[in-house]
């Protein structure tokens, strides 16, 4: 049985690896010099930069899974650190420590908070009994048990039992920090699923891009880089195999672990099935921009400084990454990510990068004054699509095409985050664990 995947992000890695282990004959064909997707990582001068995912949810039993298998979980670390709040000029910080000394140390930023208004805490405190009612089946990730509201988009649940402060004071600032996207794009039951990280985050020492690294390290043998497929080959309703600019491969099954555009792209002869669905597929995108610098720029704890879109940066925070790990900056260094998020990315699509690294300081320097006119250095990336929005009735599409559509083509599988209800770094590899597992039956 020959199986061949398509990509070596976090989720062809894991089908590779977990096909490895159990001795099937599989090779995974990236189309880029780099595995690892939009879990990479970087180390530069001293730095370490996640270029992609962020952090870790304590709920990510996969990611965890494979971290004890790879020998990393002493690489796992408590992430404890204050977000701010931009409102009227001032920034109001609250602590994500749960540790009860730690809470009783804020009690000072408690007694200052002013960053959301009376009416958004009154229509908070409306919807908390609908959000009560949901946490069970969020925090289970239970694809079936939140697809009753898959046809509302997020924004249409707070607006529906809160309120329209309830969303641009609250709700907007955490979609957009957490998905770079906006509430009006993203369904419900995704948004809902954010609040999974409310029970802690946690951080790898030396950044996102060393768990990529370490499973593709276990099965590199596996893997080619720099090998672009250039179409998936269906002949009627089964699979036969890849072409790529070398030639034609042959394979008894194939495991696309790509965004669900390039699903589309590279396999043009879907039946609708699974093309219409996948059409449902909405990603964020981002420019993403790291500026190394000699000093912090945020207070010693803060992450990020986050503002709503009534503020009107194009900008979702300013996020300072050196707080993750001693190991991601030099002592009293700092390290400032910027994304361009939601609408306003489409334009600053085709914005020369150095011209956006100047834009991006400006805006930056709005807020922090003392933010250099010239970093250490920077390093700029680029995501088209960045994270799944899961936007509303895609949750409802996949799962007809997962339990009825995918019969259509025999030896066909998909992974990636769209295949599960939380589009995050766990979802990746939990969809390629289960592409694995579907070929081995």
């Known amino acids: 049985m020959k199986v061949i995947v398509v990509g070596a992000g976090p989720a062809g890695l894991a089908a590779t690896y977990t096909l490895k282990k159990q001795g099937a004959d599989v090779v995974a064909l990236e189309s880029t010099d780099k595995p690892g997707g939009r879990a990479q990582g970087l180390e530069k001068d001293g730095y370490v930069f996640d270029m992609g995912a962020q952090f870790l949810g304590k709920h990510y ?6 971290c004890r298998e790879l020998g990393m979980m002493d690489d796992v670390i408590p992430f404890n650190f204050k977000v701010a709040i931009y409102r009227k000029g001032k920034m109001y910080p609250l602590s994500m420590n749960m540790n009860p000394v730690e809470q009783l140390k804020m009690i000072p930023d408690y007694l200052r908070f002013r960053a959301i208004s009376i009416k958004a805490i009154f229509e908070m405190a409306r919807m908390m ?7 069970p089946a969020a925090f289970k990730m239970d694809f079936l048990a939140m697809s009753d509201v898959d046809y509302l988009s997020i924004a249409d649940f707070v607006l529906r039992y809160g309120g329209k402060s309830a969303l641009e004071e609250v ?10 996207g906006e509430p009006e794009d993203i369904g419900a039951a995704h948004g809902l699923s954010l609040f999974n990280f409310g029970r802690g985050l946690l951080a790898l020492k030396h950044g996102m891009g060393s768990l990529t690294d370490s499973i593709y390290d276990a099965c ?33 099954h194939v495991i696309c672990a790509t965004t669900a555009g390039t699903v589309r792209r590279l396999t043009p002869d879907l039946p609708d099935a699974i093309r219409k669905p996948l059409e449902m597929v909405k990603y964020s995108s981002t420019r ?24 009107g940066s194009f900008l979702p925070a300013i996020v300072d990454s050196s707080c993750k790990s001693p ?21 600053y699509n085709d914005v020369p990068e150095e011209e956006l690294k100047k ?6 320097q709005k807020f922090f004054p003392n933010m250099p006119d010239t970093p250490l250095f ?32 025999r030896g066909l599988h998909l992974a990636g985050s769209y295949m599960r209800l939380l589009s995050s770094v766990e979802g990746s590899l939990a969809s390629g664990v289960d592409a694995a597992y579907e070929v081995l039956k």
């Open 327 to 347: 190991n991601h900056a030099p002592p009293g260094a700092g390290q400032i990510h910027c994304f361009t998020y939601g609408r306003k990315a489409a334009d």
């Open 378 to 409: 920077s390093v700029y990336c680029r995501w088209d699509e960045a994270i799944c929005l899961e936007p509303p009735g895609m949750l409802n599409a996949i799962r007809r095409m997962k339990m009825e559509g995918m019969k259509k083509v």
């Open 171 to 180: 709700f907007q600032m955490l979609m957009a920090g957490l998905t770079l």
């Open 359 to 364: 834009l991006m300081i400006k805006e930056v």
């Open 288 to 311: 993403h921009v790291v500026f190394a610098l000699e000093k912090r720029l945020l207070p010693e704890g803060w992450y990020p400084l986050s503002f709503s879109r009534q503020v």
């Open 129 to 135: 009994p609908r959000l009560m009612q949901r946490m």
């Open 61 to 66: 039993e996969t990611t965890f899974r494979f």
């Open 220 to 252: 590199k043998d596996k893997v080619k880089l720099s090998t672009p497929v250039k179409k998936i080959v269906i002949d009627g309703k089964y699979i036969k195999g890849v072409e790529t600019e070398d030639g034609f491969l042959e394979a008894d």
